[in-house]
């Protein structure tokens, strides 16, 4: 779903009183006992960390449990890799463009000169894709750790503060990646749970089989007794993740199913919102549609990625399913009793890929009309079985394809954003904008909303009335405030303007065959 950046690295003081074990919110930390400190290495230098990650939602809450174990070290996160003593970069390698920058990062630290006496490390997913190559093409790096590995931090800089300069752990075969004994969490409200980890469908495409290791379910009694300690401590939305979250299989006694969890989690005092990613469409069954109509607290949004419309190119992919097949669990959702929405990933430009590969492509945009669609162009993967096929689409060609899919797609939400002017949603508020002095905020649906607001209105529910909508976002007022959907201020007009002018005058991409 994407390889935005994000950064974990505010600034906070330790809180003396914080939990040895389970959450701390963003900006609070615990204090460092003496024993703590020794597990660094009674005269660790280290004082202050910087973390950047690239990627999805897997590896942010991956940085969240890596920024933890720190702050329970007595670590504390800066602002900037200058002021750092330890730079960490969490990877993701799902893409080219994704691992690429990561190298630049390091080679423009390098260039500056900004790595003296700093301690620097590769997590993630390159680091478990490149290993011990990544010494070579960035000596400045003294750790590469993957991401089952993280609970071994401490160790693991204890070595290179002692003179190792290439620490290596790439160590698949272990349940660790699950259970750290803190989690720096990110949001006042949201908080992740991983519940499986790793994938054993190796799509022709993907390098995650490779980078994330095999398939490791979580116990039932494990994630529902964090669920509930999260919502204890506070935080009423909750996110099941995992590289394919409904292939979950409960290694407990319980042997409950995925459907089963959800309902369950749903009925945790507390807990207002429950969203999990990402399915898979092989494995997407009724008995997960009939858990979000009977339980509200389920959000109504499912990501169904399919990559492609055509059934030839899903065969070439071996993701297991056809176009028809597909088309079955959409109209499954359709017919809910609760609209839910949908969300999807499409590869363009795959090996092989047909002028009407991609015309039965942009034809399913029109049989499903995603409310959201994240899209890209297919680049080679190491070590995955597409890295060897033939017949690869010119790179001009998948960016041509890209522009033609982004388009009509855009035109699609626009449209289906537009009807829900007038509507009423609960959203939870995520930041705030000043400059526009507007509220940001999600709908169960998952649409951002743009809103007159407060700063400190960050982690409210507000009940809000559309008023405008571009491709992407709705704007809104509060629904206790009289105003006409029509009647939308200066700032609402700012707010989705250039979205809304590049979704309505942009110049239409026409297709054109080579």
């Known amino acids: 779903m994407g390889s935005e950046l994000v950064r974990i690295s505010v600034t906070g003081q330790p809180h003396a009183e914080a939990a040895a074990v389970g959450s701390v919110r963003r900006g609070v930390g615990p204090a460092a006992t003496s024993a703590d400190a020794g597990l660094l290495g009674s005269v660790s230098r280290l004082r202050t960390f910087y973390l950047e990650t690239f990627g999805c939602q897997m ?3 991956d940085s969240e449990k890596v920024a933890g174990v720190l702050v329970a070290r007595g670590l504390r996160p800066v602002e900037n890799d200058r002021d750092a003593d330890l730079i960490l970069y969490n990877t993701c390698s799902i893409r080219e463009k994704a691992a690429q920058k990561v190298y630049s990062r390091l080679g423009a630290f390098r260039k500056d000169g900004r790595n003296t006496g700093k301690i620097i490390g590769v997590l993630g997913c390159v680091a478990q894709q490149e290993g011990t190559r990544i010494f070579e093409r960035a000596p400045q790096v003294s750790l590469v750790c993957g991401s089952a590995s993280y609970a071994r931090l401490p160790g693991l800089l204890e070595q290179v503060e002692a003179g190792n300069r290439r620490v290596l752990a790439l160590s698949l075969e272990t349940d660790e990646c699950f259970e750290t004994e803190l989690t720096r969490r990110d949001s006042p409200v949201r908080a992740y749970a991983t519940i499986i980890e790793g994938c054993d469908q190796c799509c022709a495409f993907c390098v995650v089989p490779m980078t994330r290791g095999r398939e490791r379910s979580r116990s039932s009694q494990k994630i529902l007794a964090e669920c509930r300690r999260l919502a204890e401590e506070g935080y009423s939305e909750l996110q099941l993740l995992g590289q394919i979250v409904n292939h979950w299989a409960d290694p407990s006694p319980a042997r409950l199913s995925f459907a089963e969890l959800l309902s369950q989690v749903a009925e945790i005092p507390g807990v207002r919102r429950v969203r999990f990613a990402t399915s898979h469409p092989r494995y997407f069954t009724p008995e997960i549609v009939r858990a979000i109509e009977t339980h509200p607290t389920l959000c109504d949004q499912i990501h169904l990625p399919v990559q492609s419309g055509s059934s030839r190119v899903l065969a070439r992919m071996q993701r297991g399913y056809t176009r028809e097949e597909y088309l079955e669990k959409i109209n499954c959702i359709r017919s809910a009793r609760r609209a839910i929405s949908i969300s999807t990933d499409i590869m363009v430009g795959f090996c092989g890929e047909a002028r009407d590969d991609f015309e039965q492509t942009i034809s399913l945009l029109d049989a499903v009309e995603y409310d959201q669609v994240f ?37 699609i939400q626009l449209r289906r954003n537009q009807a829900l002017i007038g509507r009423e949603f609960e959203v939870l508020v995520e930041s705030f904008q000043p400059r526009l002095q507007q509220a940001v905020g999600r709908t169960t649906s998952n649409r951002v909303v743009n809103f007159p607001g407060q700063p400190d209105w960050i982690g409210r529910y507000v009940n809000v009335r559309v008023t405008a909508a571009g491709p992407n976002s709705l704007v809104a007022v509060r629904a206790d405030q009289a105003i006409s959907p029509r ?14 002018r590049g979704a309505t005058e942009a110049r239409r991409v026409e297709w054109k065959s080579k």
């Open 59 to 61: 590896n942010v809450h």
């Open 375 to 411: 899209s890209f162009k297919f680049s080679p993967r190491p070590n995955t079985a597409a890295g060897k096929f033939e017949d690869a689409v010119l790179e001009e060609e998948k960016g041509r394809r890209l522009a033609v899919l982004q388009e009509y797609q855009r035109q």
């Open 487 to 500: 009647a939308a201020t200066r700032s609402d007009a700012a707010t989705c303007a250039v979205e809304v």
